[in-house]
C-alpha cells in the first residue's frame, strides 16, 4: 500500500532546515501502524509531507502508493489515489458549508476517477447519517467550515469527513490532541469501525492514550527524523512508562 | 409550473431537457441560509441542462448582434439632445430640464469638473466622439408588440438567456430588456398591470405616466448632481420604470438586462423606482456589451423613491465587458444610483460586479424618514487591468435611522479595487446607527486593494462601527482543501465564494448562482 | 476653455520673499536653490482654498487664513519664566529654545550631553554640521504641499539636534517653538531636523507655545532621520491662541530596525494641523503614532497622519483620540500605503472621538492603499454612547453629573496622557488636561462618542 523509501524533507527556502533525515516504512494493506515521537520529531511533518504540503521540500528518496511514486503528485491528485490526512491544526475557511465542502470533494474524486457523482439526495443521505455516527453537532455543520469551532469540533469535523471520503490510507495527525476521553472514544471507535482488509492507517501521536483504543499492527518511535524502533503494541506501553528519553540518547549517538 | 429556469448570462442557455444534468453540480454554489440542500431539494426536484460548459477562458457575452442601426451623428450638443428628445416623442417639459441639464455639464466641462478624486486611471473621454443614439432601426417607437421585434434581438436575449416570449419566459421575474438606446420588449406588464404595478420602458411612462415621472424625476439625483448625472440628465434614451402602488407587495422579481451592442455608442439609461406607502419591490438589473477594442462609455443614473413604510431592494450583477487581458477597450461604467427612505422606510443595495475595465459607482440611501434603513452589499471584483472604484454613501437625516455596509473587493492581475464609502451623520439624526465591514482579499502581488472610508458625524448620539480588513488566500487554506481532492483552481474558488458569502445571500437565489459563476470566470487566470 | 483660477494669497507673500532673499543673497548656493524651488512650488500651489475634489483639504476651510496678512522678520523677547509658565520644563533636559522662528542661546538650557549637537539650524547650516545639506528639506520642502513649500522657502534658522552613533542621551531633549507676544500678526517658519544615529536611543519633546494675543501662523516643518537601529521617542505639544493658525509637518525617514513613536497632545489654535508622515524606508522599521485633540469653541483641529510601508517586515500602528465640544471640528485623515515590495507588512489604525456637544463635528477617514499580498492591515473605528450606565453609577455613588463627566472624559484621555514618560511633561500635560475639561462641559449639551 504505502511505501517510504529513506525519505529527506527540510522547510521550504531555509537553509539546514532537515527535518526528515531517512525514513523507511512500509504499511501494508488493511495495516493500523502508530508513529510515536516526542515533541519536533518530525512526526506532523511525515504526515503533512505524505500529502503534498507546500512548506516542505523532498530533497532525497521516495514515497510509493501501491508501487507508483506519488512525490510530483499535487495534494488533490493524492486525495483521489485515496489518500486522506485529518488535520492536527484544520484550517477555517469562512463562508464555505462542511455540506457543500464534502460534496464538492466526493464529486472531484468522482470525476478524477471517471465515476459518476453522487446525487445531492444520496449524498444528504449519507451526510445526516454520518453526522450521526460522529455525533457532531448538526447546528455545527451549518456554520463555516471550522470557523469557530473547538478544538474537539475540529477533529470531530476531521472524522465526519474521513467517514464520508472512505479513503484507503487514513493519515491521522495528532487527531487525538485537544480531546476529552469522549471524544477521543469517538475517533477511536470511527477508526475501528473503519479498520477493513482494504484499508490502512498511520496514526500519528504524542501520547500512548489514543492507542488504549486503537490498537496498532505496528508501532515506530521517530526522534530527530528518524525511526529509531519498531515494534509490536507492547512499543508503545514502554513509550507510556518510561517516555522517550532512551530513545533520544540512542539517537543522540546515532547522529 | 415544475421547472424553473435558470437565466444564465453566460452565453449559454438552461434549456428544459430534464436529467441530462445534474443538479449537483452546482451545489458547491449553493447559499440558502439553512442546510443547503433541503430547501432546494424539496421545492425542485427536476434537473437542469444545459448546451455548453461554464468554464471558458474569454469573456462570453462579447458577440455582435447584426442588426440595422439608426444612428445620431456622433458628439454632443444642443441639437443631439433636441434630437433624442424628438426621436422619443417627449413633451416640451421634458426637453426643457434635459437642455438645463445639458446647459450644466457644458459649464462643468468648462471648468473641467470631471471628478478626479477616485483612484481609477483612464485616457480622457472625449464627448465628442460618443453617438448619444444607437436604436435598432424601426425601434425608435417602442415595439408594440414583440412581433415588431427584430428577430436578431430576440436571438441576441434569447442566448443571454433572457427569453422574452411570454412562453418561454423566466418563471417569476418580469423582465425590461433594454438593447443599445431603447427598450426593446417588456415582460408581463399586463400581469403586473392587473395589481397596479407599473413596469415599463421609461419611454413608455414617460407617454402613459407623465404627471409620476414628472413628480419623481431628478428629486434623488438632480440634473447638478455630478458631471456624470448631468450628462445622462441631457441625454438619457432609455432604461426602466416601476411603480408599485401603496400597500402592494410585488409578487415576482422585475429585471432590466441592458445590452449596449454599437460600436462607438455610449450607454446613458435612466431608471426610476417608485414604492408607494407600505409597498415592496425586488428589482434585478443585469448587463453586459460585446466584446470592443475601443472602450465604452456608460453613464446611468438610477432613482429609487421609498415612501413610508416602503421597502425597495435592488440587485445589480453588473458585467460589462471588462476589457482584453492587456486592458485595451472595456466599458467605462460611471454610474449614480441613490435612493431616497422616508418614514420606516427600507433601501437595500446589492451589487456583485465583475465587469467593466472601470468601475465608478456608490449607490446611496439618503435615509430621510425616521427610522429607515439603508443597506449596501458589494463583491467587487477586478482582474487583469480592471480598476473600480466603488462603494456606498449612507446620509443619516431622519431619527433612529439605520445602516449597514458590506463591502467585499477582490483584486487579481493588475487590478486595483477601492471601496469608497461615505458615512454621514447628520445634526438631527438622533440615534442613528451604522455598520461598516469592508474586508479587501488580493491575489498575487501585482494588484491594488484600497480603502477609503468617509467617517463624518454631526450628532453624539450616534453610533458608528466600521472595520477592514486586507487578506489573501492562505497557503493553509488551499493545502485543506486540496488534501481533500479538490483542485487549486476549485479550493480558490470555493475560499473566494465563501468569503464572500455575506453578500451573494443577500441576491435572489438565481443570482446567487450566476453570481458565483460569474466570479469563477472571471477570475480564471489569475489562479491555479 | 479653462479659466484659470490664481493661486490663492501667493502675492500676500511675494514681496516678504523677495526681501527675504534679497537679505539673504550671501547664503549658500545649496540653500539658495532650495528656498528658489520651494517659492515657485507654493506660488504655482497658493494656500489651498478649494476643498471640492482636494482629497487632503476636504474637510478644512482655509479661505479665512487666506484672507489674513502676516508680517515678516518681526521678532520680540520672552523671558524665561514666560516660557516655563506656558510649557513643560525641566532644568535636566537639554532645552533647545526657538523664538519666532530664531534659535535663542540665552534662553536655552544646554547639559554639553556627551553624543549629542543640539542649537541653532542657522549656524548647522553655516558651519555644514553633518549631513545637513544633504538632509534639509530633503523630507519636506520639495513635495507639492503648499505649507512645507512656503516654509521652506523661508528657511532660515531654528533647531539642530544630531545625535551621535551608538549615543543614548540619558535626559530628553526638549525643543520649544515660541512665537512671542509681540503687536501685529505674524508668519514665522519654525524648522527642526533630527538627524539620529545607528542605534541611538534618543527622547525628542518638540513644544509650541504662543504668547501673543492676536492671530499668529506659524508653519512648522520637521524632518527626522532616523538610521539603522535608531529608537526616537517623539513627543509633540501644540498649544497656540485660539485665533492662530498652526499647520505644522512631519517627516520622517526610517532605515533598518528603527523605531519612531510619536505622541501628540494637541489642544491649540483655531485651525491646527499636525501632519505626519513616516516612511518605513528599510526592513524591521516601525513607527507607532498616537495622539490626543481637544477642541472647543470653534476651533479645528487635523491630524494628517500617513505611513508609507516601502519595505517588507515594517510595522505601523496609527491611534488618535479626540474629544471634542462646542462647535468645533476635529479631522482624522489616516492613510497608511504598502508598496509592492513590502510583504510581510503589519498596520493598524484607529481613531476614536468623544462629541460632547450637538454642534461639534467630527470627520474620520481612515484609509489603506495596499498593493502587496502578504499584509495583515486593519483599521477599525468602533463607536458608541459614553457609557450611561457607568455615569449612572458614578452618579448614584454620590458624584454630581458634571463631575461625573469629567471623569468619564478624564478616563478617556487617559490612556494617551500615560504616554508621556517624562515626569515634568506628563504633569504638563495633565494639568492642559484638566484646565481644559471644564471648559469642553461648559459647552458640552450631549456625551457621546464617535
Known sequence: MLEIKNLHASVLDIDDSEILKGIDLKVGKGEVHAIMGPNGSGKSTLANVLMGRFDYVVTEGDVLIDGNSILKLRPDQRAHLGMFLAFQYPAEIPGVRPWQFLKAALDSKADANGEDKMSVRNFSKLFDEKIEAVGINPNLVKRSLNEGFSGGEKKRNEMLQLEVLQPSLAILDETDSGLDVDALRIVAEGVNSMRSPERSFVVVTHYQRLLNYITPDVVHILVKGKIVKTGGPELALEVEKDGYKQYMAEAEVNA | MGFKLIPDRMGQVYVFAPFEFNISDLAPYFFTTDHPSRSYLLTNQNTISRESDLSGREYKWGFVTDVETDLAPKGLSEDIVRLISSKKGEPEWLLEWRLKAYRHWVKLAEAEAEPTWSMIDYPGIDYQDIYYYAAPKGMNEAPKSLDDVDPEMLETFEKLGIPLQERAALAGVAVDAVFDSVSVATTMEKQLGELGIIFCSFGNAVKNHPDLVKKYLGTVVPYTDNFFASLNAAVFTDGSFVYIPPGVRCPIELMTYFRINTEGSGQFERTLIIADEGAYVSYLEGCTAPFRKSSQLHAATVELIALDDSEIKYSTIQNWFPGTKDGEGGVYNFVTKRGRADKNAKISWTQVETGSAITWKYPSVILKGDNSVGEFFSVALTNNHQQADTGTKMIHIGKNTKSTIVSKGISAGKGNNTYRGQVLIMPGAENAVNHTQCDSLLIGDQCGAHTVPYIEVRNPTARLEHEASTSKVSDEQLFYLMARGLSEEEAHHMIITGWSREVFKELPFEFALEAAQLLKVSLEGAVG | ?450
Open chain 3, 1 to 450: 476653455m479653462t479659466t484659470a483660477t490664481l493661486p490663492a494669497a501667493v502675492g500676500k507673500y511675494s514681496e516678504a520673499f523677495a526681501s527675504f532673499a534679497e537679505a539673504n543673497s550671501d547664503a549658500p548656493e545649496w540653500l539658495k536653490a532650495v528656498r528658489s524651488q520651494a517659492w515657485a512650488t507654493f506660488s504655482e500651489l497658493g494656500i489651498p482654498v478649494k476643498r471640492r475634489g482636494n482629497e487632503l483639504w476636504k474637510y478644512t476651510d482655509l479661505r479665512p487664513l487666506a484672507a489674513l496678512d502676516f508680517e515678516h522678520g518681526i521678532g520680540g523677547s520672552v523671558s524665561l519664566d514666560e516660557i516655563k509658565a506656558a510649557g513643560p520644563w525641566d532644568d535636566a533636559w537639554d532645552t533647545v529654545v526657538v523664538v519666532d522662528g530664531v534659535f535663542s542661546a540665552e534662553l536655552s538650557n544646554l547639559q554639553g550631553t556627551a553624543g549629542l549637537t543640539a542649537g541653532s539650524l542657522a549656524e548647522a547650516i553655516s558651519s555644514g554640521t553633518g549631513d545637513i545639506e544633504t538632509q534639509l528639506a530633503s523630507l519636506a520642502g520639495r513635495e507639492e504641499y503648499a505649507f512645507t513649500a512656503l516654509s521652506t522657502a523661508f528657511v532660515d534658522d531654528g533647531a539642530y539636534v544630531a545625535i551621535a552613533d551608538d549615543a543614548d542621551p540619558a535626559t530628553p531633549i526638549h525643543v520649544v517653538f515660541v512665537t512671542s507676544n509681540a503687536s501685529g500678526s505674524r508668519a514665522s517658519y519654525p524648522r527642526l531636523l533630527v538627524d539620529a544615529g545607528a542605534n541611538t536611543l534618543a527622547v525628542i519633546i518638540e513644544t509650541h507655545i504662543n504668547l501673543a494675543e492676536s492671530a499668529q501662523l506659524s508653519l512648522p516643518v520637521v524632518e527626522v532621520f532616523a538610521k539603522p537601529g535608531a529608537t526616537v521617542r517623539h513627543y509633540r505639544v501644540q498649544m497656540e491662541n485660539e485665533l492662530s493658525y498652526h499647520l505644522g509637518t512631519i517627516r520622517v525617514h526610517q532605515l533598518d530596525d528603527s523605531s519612531f513613536n510619536s505622541t501628540t497632545f494637541a489642544v491649540g489654535a483655531v485651525i491646527a494641523r499636525n501632519d505626519i508622515h513616516t516612511q518605513l524606508d528599510a526592513p524591521g522599521a516601525s513607527c507607532t503614532l498616537h495622539g490626543l485633540y481637544m477642541t472647543s469653541g470653534t476651533q479645528q483641529q487635523d491630524q494628517e497622519i500617513s505611513t508609507t510601508h516601502a519595505k517588507p517586515h515594517c510595522t505601523s500602528k496609527q491611534f488618535y483620540k479626540g474629544i471634542l465640544s462646542g462647535k468645533s471640528h476635529a479631522v482624522f485623515s489616516g492613510k497608511v500605503v504598502v508598496e509592492r515590495d513590502a510583504q510581510k507588512s503589519d498596520a493598524t489604525q484607529k481613531d476614536l472621538n468623544l462629541l460632547l456637544s450637538r454642534g461639534a463635528e467630527i470627520d474620520a477617514k481612515p484609509s489603506l492603499e495596499i498593493y502587496a499580498d502578504d499584509v495583515t492591515a486593519a483599521h477599525g473605528a468602533t463607536a458608541g454612547h459614553v457609557d450611561r450606565d457607568t455615569l449612572f453609577y458614578l452618579q448614584s455613588r454620590g458624584v454630581d453629573e458634571e463631575a461625573a463627566k469629567a471623569i468619564l472624559i478624564r478616563g478617556f484621555a487617559a490612556e494617551m496622557l500615560d504616554e508621556f514618560k517624562p515626569k515634568a511633561l506628563y504633569e504638563f500635560v495633565e494639568r492642559v488636561t484638566d484646565e481644559r475639561i471644564p471648559v469642553l462641559l461648559a459647552e458640552s449639551d450631549a456625551l457621546g462618542t464617535a
